[in-house]
């Protein structure tokens, strides 16, 4: 890939979400748009861990629920300042997901989504149970954020916050993507023995993927407490788990734009099937259906090579 | 002191002895080769000396230090790299992305340095990047640089694993059937291909069932017959060994 093309791309995103805001009518849609960047950011941390380095985890949604219960039980007990919490939450996050990950990563396939399955149910558990500090599951408020008396406050400020860390998340992944650090990811998912024989400490990349991603969905669950400004245990939740591996799956596995794609189409269909009624459970699930069956690669890869990159798009 | 001392080498899957009491020594700059009917034990002992399996006895040494049981990314530290009798490619990468993954060593692995892309880091990811486009124009690779490795012939591939090895700039590369699978043509070009690594001095240790190619290329040639060591010598030597004969022709005494 070209150093042309990699600021093409991310100067595309940049025009789109400049001009957003021109179009959107009100309130309601701006509030659409926020979820969906902030579900594409996750589904970009997780389409690292399942697309380019080809390991699965069922249980990221354990993570979003650590980083959005740091930031509603620290500042509301413990009177810490909102981003000491956030940062607070993705470091727990991290941990467990580096404590967890040495173990974790020495399975495979089913048995690895079963582990990751089981650690995402237990932190929600824990979530539920916890009821003297998080509520229980009716949740709980959190706190505003804010800096130097500044506070993020209505849809308008979200906006450009969640803008501005998406295109920095975009820029960031495909760095990544195309580093040193980023060939060896690919790699261990292509080959492990190769990239074993070529030096790549495979077991220490899958842990520091696992964690990293981890880490991001900690800070977007921050993110989403404090936009939403109540945080219930729904977040941190099986369901929640397997619809971000869905936008990946959808949008397509390594496939940076893939995760974004995947993000909005699955943040909008529900919202615009809201028109069916009772139904709308049915033809979501049928869509994604058609969607695996006709473009089982995803729909960005799919759409890429059939107006002829070579079968490879640029990641 | 030989670069690859190996003494007494064993291997038993269960009851099965894939490898027994093998000892041989490869010097520094030698294209040396291992040859034997199949299930002789070569792509084993391959495995055995590049750390994929674990010795059940005996020891190996590389610049006479130890390195039996070694994981093989840590042998890679040591200068050792391999090709793969049945392709061990990253089809979800491009060819030169692969050319590229065997100089891993050599670089700035750092996490955080590559999401910011540090300058320095992308800089030498830029020369690497035509390091790597040299590499495939070595090894005769050059149409395909742009292409993904999905989309490559088999011979393509096969060169393209020889192109990632030297990538690493190994001291001892092994090459693990190289032209399996290959036409005669094609096998010619492997054959002087692996000549001219020889040339840059690099020690060429390579597994072969073609004859031909193995008795032009070698300097020294080990034949292995049911794990075990069967003789060791010049092509000529070997050749001329009636042992050898028999365990290919079969024997009528």
């Given at each position: 890939m070209s150093g042309v093309r990699r600021h093409y791309s991310l100067m595309l995103l940049a025009a789109v979400l400049l001009l957003l805001p021109l179009v959107l009518p009100n309130n309601f849609y701006y509030d659409i748009v926020i979820r969906m960047a902030i579900n594409a950011i996750i589904a970009l941390g997780l389409n690292l861990l399942i697309g380019f380095a080809g390991q699965i985890s069922l249980g990221h949604a354990g993570f979003i629920g650590i980083g959005a219960y740091a930031s509603a039980i620290l500042p509301t007990h413990f009177g810490w300042h909102p981003l000491l919490a956030m940062a607070a939450g993705a470091a727990i996050a991290s941990s467990i997901a580096a404590i967890l990950a040495r173990p974790i990563f020495r399975l495979k396939g089913?048995?690895?989504?079963?582990?990751?399955?089981?650690?995402?149910?237990?932190?929600?558990?824990?979530?539920?149970?916890?009821?003297?500090?998080?509520?229980?599951?009716?949740?709980?408020?959190?706190?505003?954020?804010?800096?130097?008396?500044?506070?993020?406050?209505?849809?308008?400020?979200?906006?450009?916050?969640?803008?501005?860390?998406?295109?920095?998340?975009?820029?960031?992944?495909?760095?990544?993507?195309?580093?040193?650090?980023?060939?060896?990811?690919?790699?261990?998912?292509?080959?492990?023995?190769?990239?074993?024989?070529?030096?790549?400490?495979?077991?220490?990349?899958?842990?520091?993927?696992?964690?990293?991603?981890?880490?991001?969905?900690?800070?977007?669950?921050?993110?989403?407490?404090?936009?939403?400004?109540?945080?219930?245990?729904?977040?941190?939740?099986?369901?929640?788990?397997?619809?971000?591996?869905?936008?990946?799956?959808?949008g397509g596995m390594a496939s940076i734009y893939g995760s974004l794609i995947g993000a909005v189409l699955l943040t909008a269909l529900p919202q615009a099937l809201s028109t069916f009624e009772g139904w709308e459970t049915v033809v979501f699930g049928s869509i994604l259906m058609t969607c695996m069956i006709f473009m089982p690669k995803g729909l960005v890869p799919t759409l890429a090579a059939r107006f002829g990159r070579n079968g490879r798009e640029d990641p | 002191?030989?670069?690859?001392?190996?003494?007494?080498?064993?291997?038993?899957?269960?009851?099965?002895?894939?490898?027994?009491?093998?000892?041989?020594?490869?010097?520094?700059?030698?294209?040396?080769?291992?040859?034997?009917?199949?299930?002789?034990?070569?792509?084993?002992?391959?495995?055995?000396?590049?750390?994929?399996?674990?010795?059940?006895?005996?020891?190996?040494?590389?610049?006479?230090?130890?390195?039996?049981?070694?994981?093989?990314?840590?042998?890679?530290?040591?200068?050792?790299?391999?090709t793969f009798q049945n392709l061990q490619v990253c089809m979800n990468m491009t060819a030169l992305e692969n050319v590229m993954v065997g100089a891993h060593l050599q670089l700035d692995r750092n996490l955080v340095k590559a999401m910011l892309r540090f300058p320095g880091l992308a800089r030498r990811d830029r020369e690497l990047r035509d390091e790597a486009?040299?590499?495939?124009?070595?090894?005769?690779?050059?149409?395909?640089?742009?292409?993904?490795?999905?989309?490559?012939?088999?011979?393509?591939?096969?060169?393209?694993?020889?192109?990632?090895?030297?990538?690493?700039?190994?001291?001892?590369?092994?090459?693990?059937?190289?032209?399996?699978?290959?036409?005669?043509?094609?096998?010619?070009?492997?054959?002087?291909?692996?000549?001219?690594?020889?040339?840059?001095?690099?020690?060429?240790?390579?597994?072969?069932?073609?004859?031909?190619?193995?008795?032009?290329?070698?300097?020294?040639?080990?034949v292995l017959d049911y794990g075990k060591k069967l003789t060791e010598g010049t092509a000529r030597e070997v050749r001329e060994n009636p042992d050898v004969i028999a365990a290919y022709l079969g024997s009528n005494v």
């Open positions: 089913q048995y690895l989504a079963m582990a990751t399955l089981g650690m995402g149910i237990i932190i929600a558990i824990v979530i539920k149970n916890e009821a003297a500090y998080t509520g229980g599951p009716d949740g709980m408020p959190v706190a505003p954020i804010g800096l130097m008396g500044f506070e993020i406050a209505g849809e308008k400020q979200w906006y450009w916050v969640l803008a501005a860390t998406l295109l920095f998340s975009f820029w960031a992944a495909k760095n990544l993507i195309d580093s040193p650090f980023g060939r060896a990811l690919r790699a261990l998912h292509g080959s492990e023995v190769a990239a074993q024989v070529m030096g790549v400490d495979i077991v220490r990349y899958k842990v520091a993927i696992f964690v990293l991603s981890a880490f991001f969905a900690s800070l977007m669950g921050s993110v989403t407490a404090h936009y939403i400004g109540f945080v219930t245990p729904n977040i941190a939740d099986f369901f929640h788990s397997i619809e971000l591996v869905t936008m990946v799956v959808i | 002191m030989a670069l690859l001392e190996v003494d007494n080498l064993s291997k038993a899957f269960g009851g099965v002895k894939a490898v027994q009491d093998v000892s041989f020594a490869v010097e520094r700059g030698l294209v040396y080769s291992v040859i034997g009917p199949n299930g002789a034990g070569k792509t084993t002992l391959f495995n055995l000396i590049t750390g994929i399996y674990t010795p059940s006895e005996g020891d190996i040494r590389l610049e006479g230090q130890s390195i039996a049981g070694i994981a093989p990314h840590a042998l890679a530290l040591k200068g050792m790299a391999r486009r040299e590499l495939m124009r070595f090894v005769g690779l050059e149409s395909y640089w742009n292409l993904g490795a999905s989309s490559m012939p088999y011979g393509a591939l096969k060169r393209l694993e020889i192109a990632r090895a030297l990538a690493a700039k190994p001291q001892i590369l092994f090459l693990d059937e190289p032209a399996a699978g290959l036409n005669s043509r094609e096998t010619a070009e492997i054959d002087e291909l692996v000549r001219k690594v020889a040339d840059n001095n690099v020690t060429v240790v390579l597994v072969e069932h073609d004859m031909k190619m193995v008795m032009n290329i070698s300097d020294r040639i080990l």
